[in-house]
T-cell receptor
Framework: GESVGLHLPTLSVQEGDNSIINCAYS??????FIWYKQESGKGPQFIID?????DKRQGQRVTVLLNKTVKHLSLQIAATQPGDSAVYFC????????????FGTGTSLTVIP | KAGVTQTPRYLIKTRGQQVTLSCSPI?????VSWYQQTPGQGLQFLFE???????NKGNFPGRFSGRQFSNSRSEMNVSTLELGDSALYLC????????????FGSGTQLSVL
């Protein structure tokens, strides 16, 4: 039969605007979170990470916010550029599970020049 | 520093055959993880190897196996291929195991006919 793909949320922003990508994670025991960016034909690329003892972390043009109360993670990209167009994934990891991560379904970001 | 290298880039097999995929991690990285990416299921963890030992395994049948060599290079094998095994297989390496940012290769696109 025909396979049903995951519904991929999409976000379109104007170049120069700020982008916010949201992620609801599944396990309240998860203690480490990563945001990845995946461009067409490439593997996921690390953007930024955060541990559960923090609620905010900043990188170059990116900020990750963690709200453990509602199990929500967000990625903010400042001054979005065309090169930011990609699919963005959040990933969560439980304690003592090595490098086993559970990935979200992804959000497709399109930057309009 | 060279990134994670996966070979081959593309592979076409028929049902019932077996396949071996190869991954060379970033120099100095001792952990290698494998993930399967499909439109229907997204990114799913297969297994992780650290210091030649399987660290943990995802929810995949025994047809999926792997190994890691003393130089940290890893291979994964899928026996008795099924149509549903068609996917992008991604390898990721990290320095250590446990809450580590993963560096992904570009993947091997496997098509099972």
């Amino acid at each position: 039969g025909e396979s049903v793909g995951l519904h991929l949320p999409t976000l379109s922003v104007q170049e120069g605007d700020n982008s916010i990508i949201n992620c609801a994670y599944s396990n309240s025991a998860s203690d480490y979170f990563i945001w990845y960016k995946q461009e067409s034909g490439k593997g996921p690329q690390f953007i930024i990470d955060i541990r559960s003892n923090m609620d905010k972390r900043q990188g170059q043009r990116v900020t990750v916010l963690l709200n453990k109360t509602v199990k929500h993670l967000s990625l903010q990209i400042a001054a979005t550029q065309p090169g930011d167009s990609a699919v963005y994934f959040c990933a969560e990891s439980l304690p003592n599970t090595g490098n086993q991560f559970y990935f979200g379904t992804g959000t497709s970001l399109t930057v309009i020049p | 520093k060279a990134g994670v290298t996966q070979t081959p880039r593309y592979l076409i097999k028929t049902r019932g055959q077996q396949v071996t995929l190869s991954c060379s991690p970033i120099s100095g990285h001792r952990s290698v993880s494998w993930y399967q990416q499909t439109p229907g299921q997204g990114l799913q963890f297969l297994f992780e190897y650290f210091s030649e030992t399987q660290r943990n395994k995802g929810n995949f049948p025994g047809r999926f196996s792997g190994r890691q060599f003393s130089n940290s290079r890893s291979e994964m094998n899928v026996s008795t291929l099924e149509l549903g095994d068609s996917a992008l297989y991604l390898c990721a390496s990290s320095l250590r195991t446990g809450d580590e940012k993963l560096f992904f290769g570009s993947g091997t696109q496997l098509s099972v006919l």
